[in-house]
């Protein structure tokens, strides 16, 4: 069997070392084979600065193989890869500096307390004020009165917020992170959450591999949805609704909920039902102010308008019920 070209020199070539505006990560037909096994098909992916990005899809669909090309710990076989506008398999140690990283199952040591496992992780980075850094990263995690403990001991929500605060302990611009809530109790998990929205808010990029799909809910600015290795979509949850969801559905209130079927004998009203409430389908989105102002015309006084915004979870098993009838 011939061996396939390596092509990442040639896309390297074709890529600017930082293009003015450039993503914090930029991947253009980043493909990776491991023998007749494709881990990542022709990915292409372009992150702004400050930005949630979420890979989704199942266990093997190759989202951890992005990450390890993204900081340069794996080479693409083919493609272009720029994180910080560097190549990360030539430039690793420069890249790698500026990244912070929580593997799936962070390796942590547990005879050791939190404390010095933060202080070890402070030396190998080289930083300076180590104590205070120690002392923000661990209150920002809400792990300030466990420092003194062995890590043994740590439940495995602390263990998680324990390696955030190790990998942002050196002011990372960019955080990788690989099923970050993998484990936790539904308490712990919202804290991390929140606290990785608090990091984006303060200007850092996160990128967040997760076959969970309510953990991206409400938090993802970009969405790509993964599956062996190849792009099934890609865009924000606004935009990925659009496209897969014609019409956008409606729930209205009145006073008097039959002044609502009205509604039914407007032109932009592709679908009317009413019970308790009524429940309209818009031919298009941007027609809600037209449907509130007809209404309001027509005498109606609304007590709710409210849209209804597919969820993640709907809009990915409508991807893949999408692909699966083109299959």
Same mark, same amino acid.
């Given at each position: 069997?011939?061996?396939?070209?390596?092509?990442?020199?040639?896309?390297?070539?074709?890529?600017?070392?930082?293009?003015?505006?450039? !993503?914090?990560?930029?991947?253009?037909?980043? =493909?990776?084979? &491991?023998?007749?096994?494709?881990?990542? #098909?022709?990915?292409? /992916? #372009?992150?702004?600065? $400050? =930005?949630?990005?979420?890979?989704?899809?199942?266990? $093997?669909?190759?989202?951890? @193989?992005?990450?390890?090309?993204? @900081?340069?710990?794996?080479?693409?076989?083919?493609?272009?890869?720029?994180? &910080?506008?560097?190549?990360?398999?030539?430039?690793?140690?420069?890249?790698?500096?500026?990244?912070?990283?929580?593997?799936?199952?962070?390796?942590?040591?547990? *005879?050791?307390? $939190?404390?010095?496992?933060? *202080?070890?992780?402070?030396?190998?980075?080289?930083?300076?004020?180590?104590?205070? *850094?120690?002392?923000?990263?661990?209150?920002?995690?809400?792990?300030?009165?466990? /420092?003194?403990?062995?890590? !043994?001991?740590? #439940?495995?929500?602390?263990?998680?917020?324990?390696?955030?605060?190790?990998?942002?302990?050196?002011?990372?611009?960019?955080? /990788?992170? +690989?099923?970050?809530?993998?484990?936790?109790?539904?308490?712990?998990?919202?804290?991390?959450?929140?606290?990785?929205?608090?990091?984006?808010? +303060?200007?850092?990029?996160?990128?967040?591999?997760?076959?969970?799909?309510?953990?991206?809910?409400?938090?993802?600015?970009?969405?790509?949805?993964?599956?062996?290795?190849? @792009?099934?979509?890609?865009?924000?949850?606004?935009?990925?609704?659009?496209?897969? &969801?014609?019409?956008?559905?409606? @729930?209205?209130?009145?006073?008097?909920?039959?002044?609502?079927?009205?509604?039914? #004998?407007?032109?932009?009203?592709?679908?009317?039902?009413?019970?308790?409430?009524?429940?309209? =389908?818009?031919?298009?989105?941007?027609?809600?102010?037209?449907?509130?102002?007809?209404?309001?015309?027509?005498?109606?006084?609304?007590?709710?308008?409210?849209?209804?915004?597919?969820?993640?979870?709907?809009?990915? &098993?409508?991807?893949?019920?999408?692909?699966? +009838?083109?299959?």
């Amino acid at each position: 069997m011939g061996t396939a070209p390596n092509t990442t020199a040639a896309a390297a070539a074709t890529m600017p070392a930082a293009a003015p505006g450039a !993503g914090v990560v930029e991947l253009v037909g980043a =493909t990776k084979r &491991f023998g007749d096994v494709v881990a990542l #098909s022709e990915l292409t /992916l #372009s992150i702004p600065a $400050g =930005t949630i990005a979420m890979l989704l899809g199942p266990n $093997g669909a190759g989202k951890t @193989t992005a990450v390890r090309v993204v @900081t340069g710990a794996m080479p693409p076989t083919a493609g272009a890869v720029r994180t &910080f506008g560097l190549d990360p398999t030539a430039d690793g140690e420069d890249v790698r500096r500026r990244c912070g990283v929580v593997p799936a199952r962070p390796a942590l040591y547990d *005879r050791l307390t $939190g404390a010095d496992n933060l *202080r070890y992780a402070a030396q190998l980075w080289e930083v300076d004020a180590v104590e205070a *850094r120690i002392t923000r990263a661990a209150e920002r995690f809400g792990i300030a009165d466990a /420092l003194a403990l062995r890590v !043994g001991g740590y #439940s495995t929500g602390m263990r998680a917020r324990l390696a955030l605060a190790r990998a942002t302990l050196h002011d990372p611009e960019l955080l /990788l992170l +690989d099923e970050p809530t993998a484990g936790l109790d539904p308490e712990s998990s919202r804290a991390v959450l929140d606290l990785i929205r608090g990091m984006a808010d +303060d200007g850092r990029t996160v990128l967040m591999c997760t076959h969970l799909l309510l953990e991206a809910e409400g938090l993802a600015d970009y969405v790509m949805v993964l599956d062996h290795g190849r @792009t099934m979509i890609a865009g924000s949850p606004h935009d990925l609704t659009r496209r897969l &969801f014609t019409g956008t559905t409606v @729930t209205l209130d009145a006073e008097v909920p039959g002044s609502l079927d009205v509604a039914a #004998s407007l032109p932009y009203i592709t679908h009317y039902q009413r019970e308790w409430t009524a429940v309209v =389908t818009l031919d298009d989105p941007d027609r809600l102010p037209d449907l509130v102002a007809d209404l309001v015309a027509r005498g109606v006084r609304l007590t709710r308008v409210e849209p209804r915004t597919p969820t993640l979870e709907e809009l990915y &098993f409508a991807v893949r019920a999408k692909d699966a +009838d083109a299959g």
